[in-house]
């Protein structure tokens, strides 16, 4: 699995952006999209193209987490969203690896070191990460969500932190990657 | 089909490290260039200990007090500075409104984060339930989010009264008061400024919680002393026609 | 007086509280708007902060004497004790410890193990405000009004002019958050000095 998270501030202003990939069933935490050349458009195409079902979705529930939100079949993307009160939007797109076939196992090669390398792909592809609408995906995500939260709600507190302004934190950066390593 | 408008920032998006697979390992990544001029790479310094807001827990000072007078003597410096960069009394608390506006923002977070984080929801009065709070989608809920939960974390209390506009030209305004506000307690006001109220800055920390939950809304501060009470002060909410739109389809809708 | 003596005098003077955060807050957008006043000229920012403390210092001791009723202090030694054990426990519920003292026993040194002011802070990323910014340097003006503007009538026995300045600051990456303390002179049957 692959993901791409957004923070979006209430203006639709991208304030922090990360690709990662999943670290469960003995993934390595890269994120290989299906189209690498264009990865870093496409996944903000993607996202920015969900915003209005999210705003819609917005104003009928009231959870802070809003699940799955979105799905995107020509790229087999999915977005989930969580809105924060103050109107921040963080949304996570999530792209299935492609049906193992032939060469994709050896992109994976490197992780033979971690035990079964055969099995690695197969592994990672039948884990539940890897069906984005499944109830322990959703959970996993909501996991994640809350962390990011907390994060966000700790740059957001200081003085200095205006809305709608970049985050540029290392600390806040290694904090997201660990929270994806954790939960995703 | 041709994007909204509102997509277009999408198309200057500037961090654009993101997209390469090195972003997973690095824990300093580049900064994105905005701009030629010289902008440090590596972030902040941080002590030894690594310690950063980031490691301080954010129910640390939850139940923390402070001796009252500090507060005071601080809010009253705010208040003197603001007053020399201002040409009258409105120009004064249309700025400790705009100071307080960023705060209303902030506390709204926390609100949250503090009723998803613990079972004993700051949110709700009831310590029973663990699901996390709702944001608001209507006035009301909206409401009593500040006269209870954003009161009793900034004043330890509830507000004194949540009214709504009886006069029919003007459904959009609702009033919350105090009847002893904290911010009136100890400051003196100049006398060539007693129609000052400085819980104007109290008013744009409720704009803020407005705002950022989605309701547009101009708030201000208003003296209405009574004989017990010589610093009452009814905060007039005053939500943008947007809002009031949206709340007859919400309505329609039977969201709540 | 003992330096014990002071801490309970500060752990037991009962005063009015607020939420600790409403103060850190109110604090944090003080400075965030004197930095956006003053462009970022983050020395005319600090200068600006010490003025506020200095107004407030000396508005603040009669009420801490007042409420404290600390005796009269024979040295500047039972000075700082008072300074760090009764007055920041007092209006800022920490304790700072007291060290580093000159041979001259005029010049001691505040280590804040906390600071409620710089709670949630992180100073801007624009590389400069780690270097030039004091963001807590109110301290230093409430230090200075408060032992220049001791009331007459006061158990205190005369006057002082002292300087205050940090030398480190957590925010700033340092390891310690320092505040240095300067006794200048005795200030003795003066009017007070005229602020600018």
């Known amino acids: 699995m692959s993901y791409y998270f957004t923070i979006l501030s209430p203006t639709d202003t991208p304030i922090f952006n990360i690709a990662f990939g999943t670290s469960k069933g003995g993934g390595d935490g890269i994120a290989r999209f299906r189209f690498p050349d264009t990865a870093q458009y496409m996944n903000q195409f993607i996202i920015h193209s969900s915003l209005d079902i999210v705003e819609e979705a917005q104003w009928t529930n009231g959870g802070m987490y809003l699940k799955h939100v979105d799905t995107y079949p020509p790229a087999a993307a999915y977005i989930s969203a969580f809105l924060t009160p103050s109107g921040a939007r963080f949304l996570l797109l999530h792209q299935p690896p492609q049906l193992p076939s032939s060469g994709s196992t050896s992109t994976l090669g490197a992780s033979s070191l971690l035990g079964a390398a055969g099995s690695t792909t197969r592994a990672s592809s039948s884990s539940v990460a890897a069906n984005p609408t499944s109830p322990q995906t959703e959970e996993a995500v909501r996991q994640f969500m809350n962390e990011v939260y907390e994060s966000y709600v700790k740059t957001a507190m200081s003085p200095f932190y205006k809305q709608g302004m970049e985050i540029r934190s290392p600390v806040f950066r290694s904090k997201i990657t660990a929270a994806g390593k954790k939960w995703l | ?256 | 007086m003992s330096a014990t003596k002071a801490s309970r005098i500060g752990e037991e003077t009962r005063i009015d509280k607020v939420n600790a955060e409403l103060v850190t807050l109110t604090y944090g957008t003080i400075v965030a708007q004197l930095c956006q006043d003053y462009d970022n000229d983050y020395q005319e920012v600090n200068k600006q902060l010490e003025k506020m403390g200095y107004n407030i210092g000396m508005r603040l001791i009669e009420d801490f004497l007042a409420k404290s009723g600390v005796g009269r202090c024979a040295n500047f030694r039972e000075t700082a004790d008072m300074i760090a054990k009764v007055g920041f426990k007092i209006f800022l519920n920490v304790a700072p410890t007291v060290t580093n003292w000159a041979s001259d026993n005029n010049q001691f040194s505040l280590i804040f193990e906390d600071n409620p002011l710089a709670d949630f802070v992180e100073l801007p990323d624009d590389g400069r405000a780690q270097d030039e910014l004091w963001f807590s340097n109110i301290l230093c003006g409430v230090l200075r009004g408060a032992l220049e503007m001791v009331n007459f009538a006061s158990p205190f026995p005369v006057q002082m002019q002292i300087e205050a300045h940090f030398v480190s600051d957590v925010l700033r990456g340092d390891d310690t958050t320092e505040m240095r303390v300067s006794l200048v002179r005795y200030i003795e049957d003066e009017m007070p000095p005229e602020e600018e």
């Open chain 2, 1 to 256: 089909m041709a994007a909204p408008p509102r997509h277009v920032s999408m198309l200057s998006i500037s961090n654009s490290n993101t997209g390469a697979p090195q972003s997973a390992s690095s824990d300093k990544p580049q900064t994105p260039q905005p701009s030629p001029s010289p902008q440090p790479t590596s972030g902040l310094r941080v002590p030894s200990n690594r310690k950063t807001i980031y490691d301080r827990h954010l129910n640390r000072s939850r139940n923390a007090e402070l001796s009252r007078a500090s507060f005071a003597y601080l809010f009253a410096e705010m208040v003197t500075y603001a007053q020399r960069r201002v040409t009258g009394i409105q120009d004064l608390e249309k700025r400790l409104n705009e100071q307080g506006y960023p705060l209303g923002l902030r506390l709204l977070d926390l609100l949250f984060y503090r009723s998803t984080s613990t079972s004993s929801s700051a949110l709700s009065s009831s310590s029973t339930s663990s699901s996390p709070p709702n944001r608001p989608l209507r006035i009301l809920p909206l409401l009593h989010l500040i006269h209870g939960p954003l009161w009793r974390l900034l004043f330890q209390r509830s507000a004194d009264a949540l009214e709504h506009s009886v006069s029919p030209d003007t459904p959009n305004e609702y009033m919350i008061t105090d009847n002893d506000p904290l911010v009136n307690t100890y400051i003196s006001v100049p006398r060539e400024m007693n129609m000052l109220n400085c819980a104007a800055f109290i008013a744009g920390i409720i704009e803020g919680v407005c705002d950022g939950c989605g309701f547009e809304a101009k708030v201000s501060a208003h003296n209405q002393p009574t004989e017990m009470w010589p610093s009452r002060t009814v905060f007039l909410l005053r939500f943008g026609d947007s809002v009031m739109e949206r709340e007859k389809v919400l309505e329609r809708n039977g969201v709540k």
